[in-house]
């Protein structure tokens, strides 16, 4: 318990953050890349280099859901930033890392020691946050608070901890108004575990309705949303969130799992079945891994009016989850 008090204490230090990342530079923190400006071009180089292979080596190991081979990278990012901090995407990815064995397990993966979890979450937000104070210009911070963010939000609701959670949710809006389609791809995913009638639970349900009409250009009706739009090319936000990529190959498919589940969990069960029949219709459906693709069947075989009723009050943690989890996107 205690060592909670104390990370929670750690954790609102990111008020700085927001307020450095808003243009309000008052940072004492000296920025990392200046502390490895001393340490000379040939080895500079040679960092690089194995910070480029590092990420790479995680890339294909999370690609390929391969637990044993995401640790080993991520510990590897980790290491590097560790002893040469000047690449602040192996603190943001190294520390995002630490939430996929937690996520897996949840999503009926292999079993994690659960003592560990708090842990793990204190290095996602230790080095999450690094990744934002060690970013080199407002564009990159931003995008590293997305990450920093979600860690926050996520351990805080975790521990019960509504402050840290509100500064999770700040830093989020933060994103979200810098880039938008970042931010409610984010937002999306974090929140649509609240609990049904919640603010949070409305947010998850209209970032992903705001993401689509973003990436599509389109309207989308709220009581019963029409798809088709989303499959026109190109499309209309030049974002990296809108489509799938090489290192989220799936990613159109996990959302729209997620859309259709968030639409069940918000009782519009019939809303929700047209989206998961639209999903095979999808650029991408035919490669994606065949555990998900029997997600979908499976929720189109079910009785989608009884698993709205599941979501009801009741404990959270014995409802249906929502999508696959994170290689339902990242998984080739
Ligand atoms: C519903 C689809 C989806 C799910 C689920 C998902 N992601 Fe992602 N992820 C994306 C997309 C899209 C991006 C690209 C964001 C961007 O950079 O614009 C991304 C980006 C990332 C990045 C950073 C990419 C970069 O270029 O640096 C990491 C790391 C990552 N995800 C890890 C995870 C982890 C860990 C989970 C599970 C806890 C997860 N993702 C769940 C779709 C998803």
Excluded at 170 to 195: C, F, I, K, R, S
Excluded at 202 to 225: I, M, N, Q, W
Aim: glycine share 8%; aromatic share 10%; hydrophobic share 40%.
């Amino acid at each position: 318990m205690n060592t909670f008090r104390m990370y929670f204490a750690m954790a609102l230090g990111t008020g700085a953050i927001v307020a450095a990342a808003l243009g309000c530079s008052n940072s004492s923190a000296k920025p990392a890349s200046d502390v490895a400006a001393t340490s000379g071009a040939a080895v500079a180089t040679d960092d690089s280099a194995r910070a480029k292979e590092a990420k790479d080596a995680f890339w294909e190991a999370f690609r390929s859901m391969d637990l044993d081979a995401i640790a080993g990278a991520r510990d590897k990012m980790i290491g590097l930033f560790n002893t040469r901090p000047k690449d602040p995407d192996l603190a943001t990815i190294g520390g995002f890392a630490y939430v996929i064995p937690i996520q897996t397990m949840r999503y009926g993966g292999p079993p994690m020691d659960p003592s560990k979890i708090p842990a793990y979450f204190e290095l996602a937000v230790k080095y999450t946050q690094a990744g934002v104070d060690a970013a080199p210009d407002q564009q990159s911070k931003i995008f590293a608070t997305a990450f920093a963010g979600g860690v926050l939000y996520s351990g805080a609701m975790v521990r019960q901890d509504w402050a840290a959670a509100q500064k999770g949710r700040e830093m989020e809006q933060l994103v979200t108004t810098h880039m938008p389609a970042l931010g409610y791809a984010t937002v999306t995913d974090l929140m649509n575990g609240a609990p049904r009638n919640t603010p949070d639970f409305t947010t998850s349900l209209d970032s992903l309705f705001r993401l689509y009409e973003l990436c599509s250009g389109a309207k989308f009706d709220r009581a019963h949303p029409d798809m088709r739009p989303l499959l026109k090319r190109p499309f209309a936000n030049p974002s990296r969130d809108c489509g799938n990529h090489y290192n989220w190959p799936h990613s159109i498919q996990g959302y729209l799992l997620n859309f259709a589940d968030i639409l069940v969990k918000n009782n519009q069960p019939d809303a929700a079945r047209p989206v998961y029949e639209f999903i095979s219709k999808t650029e991408g459906y035919d490669t994606w891994n065949p555990k998900f693709k029997h997600i979908v069947e499976e929720r189109l075989a079910s009785d989608l009016t009884k698993r709205a009723a599941e979501y009801g009050p009741g404990d959270p943690q014995k409802q249906p989850l929502i999508g696959g989890g994170c290689f339902a996107c990242h998984g080739k």
